[in-house]
């Protein structure tokens, strides 16, 4: 408090506890992490249980003349559609076997005896395409696990025409390869690629949606003390300047604790996350979160102080213009706008990070308290450039600060219209 003036300290101080005790604000702050938790393992235990529910009899109806079906009943056998699966294989002589063989098994399909059925030809072979009808087509998982077994029964018979041993053609037919991605930068080896990525785009949906979130606040705020008139009773004891300067700071406190706390939340939950769905027989791939270090840390939360300055700022003067909160719908789009645009081009930042869009975002201080962080999370940033984007944020918050003041001082006390463009610049010229 020594460094921050008595009456400054003391508009923070009510801001901030004003809205840290706000049941809308403990909601928001323990609810959303809690449900985003939710979102990362129910998915997929309810992905188990549907696999378990749908597992039933497939029939396989073979009509080809070196027993490619038999092949897949193994395949299938051996786990691919799940542990409860169970496969029944028909061969079929000619033709009319065939039509009379698909006719019971769809009745059987429709009686609930069966899951589907398979149907191999010789003929649907050489022209790259097996039929398969069920109750379980909408099931993308199931499906490509079907069409996994199919190809490898067909590579095996292949190999098997091609002269290779029946051992040698069922272990390179069974042979899979997964592509294991890992991220290279000046730092050195950065882990994995795809979870880099999504650590960066969740990076960047968590500072647009906090500095949405309470830059509206901020507008918020500034509209109920003019509607309450509030305004006039404090400014005779403070300044327009310290008075909006308290607000912003004061909600900007309650964001950073809220970031905090999401961060915080998070990290327990992704470390719960293994876990827990192993507890429900769910056998779930390692999630090792990238190592962010004390500086990157410093350097995003002084990214989402500045931008969020920055932003409070532009929602403050929207207050302080209008007087309804039907005005000051309309009258933010262009703030919001800002923000949207940024979020949009989020996804080619993510295809090239260090590309000439990606650059020139990064100095644009309306776009680069959520592209700077990004990029930060995906590869290093040269000092050229942090000292660019910083200096262009610090400035035109300064600005845009000082603007807001101005129009601030003027529109708080305004009440029952909204003025024109040219009213409010002069507003703002007023000294």
Do not use: C
């Not at 309450?228 to 604790?257: C, H, M, N, P, Y």
């Not at 610090?394 to 009213?423: D, F, Q």
């Amino acid at each position: 408090m020594t460094m921050i003036p008595a009456k400054l300290f003391t508009i923070i101080r009510r801001e901030y506890v004003e809205r840290i005790r706000s049941k809308w604000f403990l909601i928001a702050t323990f609810l959303g992490p809690v449900l985003m938790g939710l979102f990362m393992v129910l998915p997929a235990i309810m992905a188990q249980r549907e696999r378990r529910a749908e597992s039933g009899v497939v029939r396989v109806l073979d009509s080809t003349t070196d027993s490619v079906g038999a092949v897949i009943v193994s395949t299938l056998r051996g786990g691919v559609m799940g542990d409860t699966t169970r496969v029944q294989y028909r061969h079929v002589s000619d033709s009319t076997a065939i039509l009379e063989a698909v006719r019971k098994a769809t009745d059987a399909v429709l009686a609930g005896e069966l899951v589907g059925y398979l149907e191999v030809g010789t003929g649907s072979l050489e022209r790259g395409t097996v039929h398969y009808a069920g109750k379980n087509t909408s099931s993308l998982m199931g499906m490509q696990l079907l069409e996994r077994a199919i190809n490898r029964a067909v590579l095996q018979k292949s190999l098997l025409r091609a002269g290779v041993d029946a051992d040698r053609s069922e272990s390179i037919a069974a042979a899979q390869l997964r592509l294991d991605t890992e991220r290279l930068t000046t730092r050195g080896r950065g882990g994995s690629g795809t979870i880099g990525m999504v650590f960066a785009l969740a990076i960047a949906l968590t500072l647009y949606m906090t500095i949405f979130l309470h830059g509206s606040a901020v507008m918020r705020g500034v509209l109920e003390e003019k509607q309450s008139r509030v305004a006039e009773v404090v400014l005779s004891s403070v300044s327009s300047d310290t008075l909006l300067l308290g607000k912003v700071l004061g909600i900007g406190g309650i964001g950073v604790t809220q970031l905090a706390t999401w961060v915080l939340m998070a990290t327990a939950m992704l470390r719960l996350r293994g876990p827990l769905l192993a507890h429900f027989g769910v056998q779930d791939a390692a999630f090792a979160l990238p190592e962010l270090g004390l500086a990157m840390g410093v350097t995003i939360l002084l990214t989402f102080l500045l931008g969020f300055l920055l932003y409070a700022a532009l929602f403050a003067m929207v207050g302080a213009v209008v007087s309804t909160e039907q005005d000051a719908q309309q009258a933010q789009m262009p703030v919001v706008l800002l923000l949207v645009l940024t979020f949009s081009m989020v996804q080619g930042i993510l295809n090239n990070p260090e590309g000439m869009l990606a650059r020139v975002l990064t100095i644009v201080p309306f776009s680069a308290p959520i592209v700077l962080p990004l990029r930060l999370s995906l590869a290093p940033l040269g000092t050229g450039e942090l000292v660019a984007a910083f200096t262009s944020m610090s400035i035109t918050a300064v600005v845009v600060m000082r603007l807001a003041s101005r129009l601030y001082r003027v529109g708080i006390l305004m009440y029952g219209k909204r003025p024109s463009l040219a009213e409010a610049w002069r507003w703002i010229q007023q000294r």
